[in-house]
């Protein structure tokens, strides 16, 4: 029997108004589909609207994230250890990498959580294509997470040592 989950989740950013994230789960999949609306950390206004498709592993498929204030769209597609834009074009700078953070969106923290192994608390290191909302772009960098108690991990910036948040998730990881 195929089950289908709705969950509708808001965030409230110490940057900008508002996240809302609407995921729809099912057995086959999950699809994460988000508004952002708000102004960078550079006081530039933005309205994003992002949809990442997963399989039901947490293994990244499609990402999608538009621009609502003018015609800039970054699309990725990923296939086995490797990354295509729209046009098809394979982005050799991210092959390897497993997962993708959408700087706006606390969902995207939650693919390191769900598909990393946090069997001790010691801290992991994963690679990471970082969509970065100040300049509407993507490059890879390095991210570090450990496991906290049963439903708190921790997030720290290899690039801004002195950031670190502490992700806590319901039940279900979420």
């Known amino acids: 029997m195929v089950t289908d989950k709705t969950r509708t989740i808001v965030w409230q950013a110490l940057s900008w108004p508002s996240t809302v994230v609407h995921i729809h789960k099912v057995n086959a999949g999950i699809n994460g589909h988000g508004l952002a609306v708000g102004k960078t950390d550079n006081c530039i206004p933005f309205a994003i609207e992002y949809e990442v498709a997963l399989t039901a592993n947490w293994d990244i498929k499609k990402v999608s994230i538009k621009s609502l204030l003018d015609e800039r769209i970054?699309?990725?597609?990923?296939?086995?250890?490797?990354?295509?834009?729209?046009?098809?074009?394979?982005?050799?700078?991210?092959?390897g990498v497993k997962m993708v953070d959408i700087s706006i969106s606390p969902f995207t923290n939650t693919l390191p959580i769900k598909r990393l192994q946090f069997e001790s608390k010691r801290p992991q290191r994963v690679d990471i294509i970082y969509f970065d909302e100040n300049k509407f772009s993507l490059r890879r960098l390095q991210q570090i997470y450990s496991r906290v108690d049963e439903r708190t991990y921790r997030y720290q910036d290899v690039e801004l040592p002195d950031f670190v948040s502490d992700i806590v998730v319901d039940d279900e990881g979420w």
Do not use: C, T
């Open 74 to 95: 970054i699309k990725l597609v990923h296939k086995g250890d490797q990354w295509y834009d729209a046009m098809g074009k394979h982005l050799v700078e991210f092959d």
